[in-house]
């Protein structure tokens, strides 16, 4: 008798792949979407068109908020199989995540005519729809409200004091260098953000951010000129000229005035820092070459 047992022996392809699926689904169920995309993928290196694969390899990427990742996962599923509601809704999300808002508006329409009784896919074209049609974005909100009001709420509606309010409450919430850069910063109101803010960024910007700066923060690339000479750091902008704080983004899930507050002081947080520390590391980079 041999010592190798597996001479002669081969895996069955089917079974394997089927294992990866398994795999790859419960990973996504167990909340480890890194696990999941990455079973998905090796899955997909030896069966590309394996529509499976591809479903959970977009749906692991849009939880990983991997909006073009998810797109180019989940277009061959739709051309596939174009009855398939689930799969549309998910190439909408993905297509608005990358801020291309009109192809996640129609991919999304045609989830809602595919199934008229999605109230999750309502709710995502009411989100998409508010950036180009607000009559159509309420019309969707009210047929996922329908359905579900407790899981799909209307967006808070408040009045212009009570946003001062929660405004003057997050700023006092900061740090005193968070505190020194807003003195020097004007917050303003936008309803949300405009494709253009998006775009600025590759991968874009997500388009429910609650804030962002009027420009992006200097980076260690802009210190050199375009004859290859050094910037001085007094030549950078140091600060935006103003920070945007979108209201329907901010609003979009109901909140206490507490919860309200912790969210924007986060917003306001999170975009001053990315200022500070980069402001930081080129100042650091400056000193050395002196």
């Not at 047992?5 to 990866?20: I, K």
């Not at 407790?150 to 919430?173: G, I, K, R």
């Not at 775009?199 to 923060?217: C, D, Q, T």
């Not at 945007?244 to 109901?254: D, K």
């Amino acid at each position: 008798m041999s010592d190798d047992l597996t001479a002669g022996w081969t895996f069955d392809q089917d079974l394997v792949r089927q294992m990866r699926l398994e795999t790859a689904g419960r990973a996504l169920a167990g909340q480890d979407p890194y696990r999941a995309f990455a079973e998905a993928e090796e899955l997909l290196q030896h069966h590309p068109a394996a529509l499976s694969a591809l479903r959970l390899a977009g749906a692991a990427a849009l939880t990983l908020g991997d909006g073009a990742t998810a797109a180019a996962a989940l277009a061959p599923v739709v051309d596939a199989a174009p009855d398939d509601s689930g799969a549309w809704v998910q190439l909408g999300w993905a297509r608005f995540l990358t801020a291309d808002i009109p192809g996640g508006i129609d991919a999304l329409g045609r989830a809602t005519a595919l199934d008229p009784e999605d109230a999750d896919a309502w709710y995502r074209l009411s989100v998409a729809s508010a950036w180009l049609d607000q009559a159509a974005s309420r019309a969707a909100a009210e047929r996922a409200a329908g359905f579900d009001l407790e899981a799909y709420p209307f967006p808070m509606e408040l009045p212009d004091e009570s946003w001062a309010h929660v405004l003057a409450q997050s700023l006092a919430l900061q740090t005193p260098a968070i505190q020194a850069f807003y003195q020097e910063v004007p917050v303003h109101w936008r309803p949300r953000p405009t494709v253009e803010d998006l775009r600025r960024i590759a991968p874009s910007h997500p388009p429910l951010v609650f804030a962002l700066g009027a420009e992006e923060p200097p980076d260690p690339g802009e210190l050199i000129d375009d004859e290859g000479e050094l910037i001085e750091l007094a030549e950078l902008r140091r600060v935006p000229s103003a920070v945007w704080l979108y209201q329907e983004n901010i609003a979009r899930i109901p909140a206490a005035e507490d919860e309200l507050v912790e969210r924007i002081s986060e917003a306001l947080r999170t975009e001053a820092q990315a200022w500070l520390d980069a402001l930081d590391v080129i100042e650091q980079l400056t000193e050395q070459d002196d």
